[in-house]
């Protein structure tokens, strides 16, 4: 990790990652869509090790990739008039309380990493985190782990896409994702408080990414 990479910079980033799963969670629950390339970003990112060295727009490819999430939380966080913003902003904090009670919760930890090191070896074989079988296995380890925690996310939208199997599933592992990025965000320092006060600077920040991208 660059010696100039700050701790709002990674918070930063690792924000707008968890936006972009939130967003094609949303996408898929009210439409039935979602971007491939957005989706496999985050896809891959479960099987990428953090190391402290790296950046955290890295475990993501760069900042480029991660255009999507950036976009979206700047109009998050300047209040622009998103007719999605109530349930991007539910499913986020519901993410980030999730991801403190399970960095308490060993067991559960241990089972996610047990299932984990599982779909890694089956990512090797079929060679793509979005082949539907990894997709599958990572909603099933989801709904085996973090659906029995609290508070549960519950998706909202159209019954006709959220009654898919394929949509429950893609769903299920973007939430996965979208915790993965709520781990990133806390290590660095990241908390409710901290983007109330440091609401401007995040944004400047979100900004800078961009012109990376």
Known sequence: MSSHTSDLNQRAAALAALTQAVYLVDRIARKGIVDAEDCKVLM?????????????????????ALHTGLRICTRLLQGSDLQQAKSLMVYSGGLMTLERRLARDSATRQKLADGMHRITAQRQYFGDAMHKNIVAAIADLYGETISHMK???????????????????????????????????????????????????????????RHQA
Not at 44 to 64: K, P, T
Not at 156 to 166: H, I, N, P, T
């Open 44 to 64: 891959d990112s479960l099987f990428c090790e953090a190391r402290h060295e790296h950046a955290v727009s890295e475990i993501y490819g760069g900042a480029a």
């Open 151 to 209: 508070p549960r996310i519950i998706v909202r939208g159209k019954s006709e896409y959220l009654s898919q199997s394929a949509n429950t599933q893609r769903v299920r592992a973007l939430l996965m994702a979208g915790l993965r990025a709520a781990h990133l965000w806390h290590q660095y320092g990241g908390g409710h408080i901290s983007l109330l006060l440091r609401r401007k600077a995040t944004m400047r920040e979100l900004e800078a990414l």
